[in-house]
């Protein structure tokens, strides 16, 4: 690799350790079978390692930002509507779905929300503490979860109530669902700051049948890749009407001019940007 000035790459090796710049040069390293060789491939530059970090960087920061008001109507319809079943009906696993009483599973979650509560800072928090005893109807318990807590709530649920939710994103319930479980790994590599721009995702949401959203349909093939992944965001947020719909296109549209590791890497088509949900 040519480092170039090495005052700069010292001096950038201070900002970024070694081991998590190492990730970004990790495609440059040469391809041997199954195998990455010690050697890179010719033309590689560390200035080009340091650009897609610094695009990596603000992708996650934009991603983040975008996946936000998600979680929040989230929280705010799935709050609801278990509302109108009881008011304590997160507290109530016998009118719950059938998730609920399966296994430990409610259980676990039960003491996870518990502990939430327990070290809650929120104003509203001690006001229930203080009035009412420290127990939060439904609608104000959906506030102190995290999005993985958040989707196990939703999985809990009566399928009815599932399916109300889901349909506000022109989803089904398991559609939903499993969008919620994916989006939920995006969040936590934004949280803890990984590698996000070309990694190759586990979890492959469910999605609508051929032809019901043409924009999707464009991205079905790369939903392991993180532009699949960024689609679906995309299409929670235009579908709601929330948020910044604008901000992940103007973000991929900085994507440095990188020979060796162009912007397919995400996993974006070469039309990407003529798609309904990225123009």
């Given at each position: 690799?040519d480092i170039g000035n090495p005052d700069v790459a010292?001096?950038?090796?201070?900002?970024?350790?070694?081991?998590?710049?190492?990730?970004?040069?990790?495609?440059?390293?040469?391809?041997?079978?199954?195998?990455?060789?010690?050697?890179?491939?010719?033309?590689?530059?560390?200035?080009?390692?340091?650009?897609?970090?610094?695009?990596?960087?603000?992708?996650?920061?934009?991603?983040?930002?975008?996946?936000?008001?998600?979680?929040?109507?989230?929280?705010?319809?799935?709050?609801?509507?278990?509302?109108?079943?009881?008011?304590?009906?997160?507290?109530?696993?016998?009118?719950?779905?059938?998730?609920?009483?399966?296994?430990?599973?409610?259980?676990?979650?039960?003491?996870?929300?518990?502990?939430?509560?327990?070290?809650?800072?929120?104003?509203?928090?001690?006001?229930?503490?203080?009035?009412?005893?420290?127990?939060?109807?439904?609608?104000?318990?959906?506030?102190?979860?995290?999005?993985?807590?958040?989707?196990?709530?939703?999985?809990?649920?009566?399928?009815?109530?599932?399916?109300?939710?889901?349909?506000?994103?022109?989803?089904?319930?398991?559609?939903?669902?499993?969008?919620?479980?994916?989006?939920n790994v995006v969040r936590n590599i934004c949280a803890?700051?990984?590698?996000?721009?070309?990694?190759?995702?586990?979890?492959?949401?469910?999605?609508?049948?051929?032809?019901?959203?043409?924009?999707?349909?464009?991205?079905?093939?790369?939903?392991?890749?993180?532009?699949?992944?960024?689609?679906?965001?995309?299409?929670?947020?235009?579908?709601?009407?929330?948020?910044?719909?604008?901000?992940?296109?103007?973000v991929l549209r900085s994507y440095p001019d990188v020979?060796?590791?162009?912007?397919?890497?995400?996993?974006?088509?070469?039309?990407?940007?003529?798609?309904?949900?990225?123009?």
């Amino acid at each position: 690799m040519d480092i170039g000035n090495p005052d700069v790459a010292i001096k950038q090796l201070q900002h970024v350790n070694y081991y998590r710049l190492s990730g970004y040069w990790y495609s440059f390293r040469r391809h041997s079978g199954q195998h990455r060789e010690d050697d890179f491939y010719p033309g590689t530059i560390l200035q080009d390692v340091v650009k897609l970090y610094n695009f990596d960087e603000a992708l996650r920061t934009a991603t983040f930002a975008c996946l936000t008001p998600i979680e929040l109507t989230v929280r705010a319809l799935l709050g609801h509507e278990l509302g109108l079943l009881d008011e304590c009906a997160h507290l109530k696993p016998g009118i719950l779905g059938p998730q609920a009483g399966k296994g430990a599973i409610y259980s676990t979650w039960l003491k996870r929300y518990e502990k939430s509560l327990r070290e809650s800072k929120e104003d509203f928090v001690s006001h229930h503490r203080v009035r009412y005893g420290g127990t939060l109807p439904v609608w104000a318990a959906v506030e102190i979860l995290d999005w993985g807590a958040l989707t196990y709530l939703y999985g809990f649920a009566p399928r009815g109530i599932q399916d109300s939710v889901a349909d506000k994103f022109g989803l089904t319930a398991p559609q939903l669902g499993s969008w919620m479980k994916s989006l939920n790994v995006v969040r936590n590599i934004c949280a803890h700051h990984g590698r996000l721009f070309n990694r190759v995702h586990a979890i492959k949401p469910k999605l609508p049948k051929v032809g019901q959203y043409p924009h999707l349909d464009e991205t079905r093939n790369e939903m392991n890749r993180t532009f699949g992944q960024l689609s679906l965001i995309q299409h929670m947020l235009h579908h709601r009407g929330i948020g910044r719909p604008q901000l992940l296109p103007a973000v991929l549209r900085s994507y440095p001019d990188v020979k060796l590791l162009p912007l397919s890497h995400t996993g974006a088509p070469a039309n990407w940007g003529e798609s309904a949900l990225w123009r």
